[in-house]
Every structure is written in C-alpha cells, then in structure tokens.
C-alpha cells in the first residue's frame, strides 16, 4: 500500500496524558499536513511540513500541541496534558511539492480523552 | 473572510438516480477546489478537482461544476449506487496565497437506498 498511513489508528487516554501519533506520507511528497476533525464537522487545518521544515501552524495548535517532521518522511504529533475538547480525528495529508496539488488523506487517528 | 460551506446537509436518493451535491463559496480569490469522500471512520478520499480557469470537469461517474459568477460548486454522481453512500465535502484551497491549507465546508451525508 503506497497510501498515508497513520498509527495508532485508535487511541484512548484518560486526560492529563500525553499521546503521539505517528503519519507516514506517499514516499515521494514534499508536504505533509495535519487536520484535526470533529464529529459531523470537516477537517480543519492544523499545520504543514515542506520537508522537515514547519512552515505553518494554525491558531488551533495550543502549546500543548507540537509536530515534528525531523528527516522530512514522517512526523510525529504530540499532545500533552490532553484535555477532553482534544478527542477527534487526527488526519494526516501529504502532497508533492508543487503549489495547488491535490492533498491525500490518511485513515486518521481518532482520540478519546475520557 | 474564507468560508466552504454546503446548501443541504443531507441527501437521500434511490439507486441508479443521479445525484447533485452543492457547495457555496465566499472568497473570490479561491482558485482551487477539491471534493472528498469520507465513509464512517475513515479518511477523506479525493473525488475529483476543479481549477479556477475551468467550468466543468468530468471523472468516472463524476462531474464538478464551478459557476465562479455565484460563487457555487457542484458534484455531479451518476447512476448513484449503494457505495457512493458516504459524506461528501468541497474543500478551497489557494485563496489569498494559502496554497497548503485546504479550508473544508460541514460536508453532506449521502445515502443511497437500494
């Protein structure tokens, strides 16, 4: 399977805890993107990668929040000290470098905060 | 400001009938327009793509429409069938220089009864 892939695809944490998820583009793509979506709402932009380096982060990133795309292939996502607002869906999104290319979506993480 | 959003939350259909999903946008400056697929659980899935410059643009039972005049987006389904069942969103991207971030409407839920 040459898609995005995410991992864990289900995490559930009781609050206070620190969680990282893990996405893994289309080898050949430049971009990587993170969303985070709730229920019965679209996705909405948290940051992206051109490479290794952060080039955005959206007001939605708390400090709590922080990315990493240390070799330019996979990143990572951390939360810490998770909330209960913090349960969605976490997608990762990567494309070619190349302005305006279509995004391709993984499967998600979906996080509960209990 | 930006803004996708959709007329119909929700659309059902008999199988075979065409379906037509719709989607208004706010910013004039939107150059790039995507629609997606998500079923329960999983990440969105690229329909088909519309550029600025184009009116029409046909995939594999699929159409987009884009009327730039109203600021209105269309997807077009033919001979809809239980496994188009799914939520359907409009995402922009490109507006004002934000060629990484997609911007997603709330997104229809179509369901297809055999």
């Known amino acids: 399977d040459t898609g995005v892939s995410q991992d864990p695809r289900h995490k559930i944490t009781k609050r206070g805890q620190n969680v990282t998820f893990r996405c893994d583009p289309i080898?050949?793509?430049?971009?990587l993107y993170w969303y985070r979506q709730t229920l019965g709402q679209g996705p909405e932009f948290l940051t992206y990668f051109q490479n290794e380096a952060q080039l955005e982060k959206s007001r939605l990133l708390s400090d709590r929040f922080s990315a990493e795309r240390p070799k330019g292939s996979f990143s990572t996502l951390e939360i810490q000290r998770t909330e209960q607002g913090d349960s969605a869906m976490y997608l990762c999104?990567?494309?070619?470098?190349?302005?305006?290319?279509?995004?391709?979506f993984g499967p998600g993480t979906r996080l509960l905060v209990l | 400001g930006e803004s996708v959003g959709l007329h119909l939350p929700t659309l059902s259909v008999q199988e075979g009938d065409n379906s037509i999903i719709n989607c208004a946008y706010s910013?004039?400056?939107?150059?790039?327009f995507i629609w997606y697929k998500q079923e329960s659980g999983k990440g969105p899935q690229f329909i088909i793509d519309?550029?600025?410059?184009?009116d029409k643009r046909q995939g594999q039972r699929v159409t987009v429409l884009l009327n730039k005049t109203v600021k209105h987006l269309s997807l077009q389904i033919a001979a809809t069938q239980p496994g188009d069942s799914a939520v359907y969103f409009c995402a922009e991207n490109g507006s004002g220089g934000s060629n990484y971030k997609l911007t997603f409407g709330k997104g229809t839920l179509l369901t297809v009864n055999p």
């Open positions: 519309i550029r600025s410059n184009m």
């Open positions: 999104a990567s494309s070619p470098s190349t302005a305006q290319e279509t995004q391709y």
């Open positions: 910013n004039s400056a939107s150059d790039y």
């Open positions: 080898s050949e793509h430049n971009r």
